[in-house]
């Protein structure tokens, strides 16, 4: 892929899976009522998740777009409470905010 544009990537996932994508702060689109976030792995094998997004899917009956760019499979909806259920405890704060991975193969 040589021409890399995280958002328009992101926008076109949501609109394939019926969504609206956000123009504000926040999760990145909405697919009915309930916010969506998409999450790309681009050279790495794990997609990093943050925080306060994370939280804001889960209690809002959110879900993640997952899609590894790296593979051939097509990217995967997953209800945010699934993918809580493959977090652990200790959320890193390296980045000047809190996150975690989690790895591509837990979905692909």
């Known amino acids: 892929m040589t021409d890399f544009d995280h958002t328009d990537i992101e926008k076109q996932l949501i609109k394939d899976f019926g969504g609206t994508p956000s123009e504000s702060f926040g999760p990145d689109g909405m697919i009915g009522d309930e916010p969506t976030e998409v999450r790309l792995a681009k050279k ?32 995967k909806q997953v209800e945010a409470d699934q993918v809580a259920d493959e977090l652990g405890e200790d959320w890193h704060s390296d980045r000047g905010y809190m996150h975690q991975f989690v790895s591509v193969d837990s979905f692909f």
């Open 44 to 75: 790495e094998d794990r997609f990093r998740l943050n925080k306060d997004t994370h939280e804001t899917l889960v209690e809002n009956d959110g879900t993640y777009i997952f899609d590894d760019l790296q593979d051939n499979q097509p990217p």
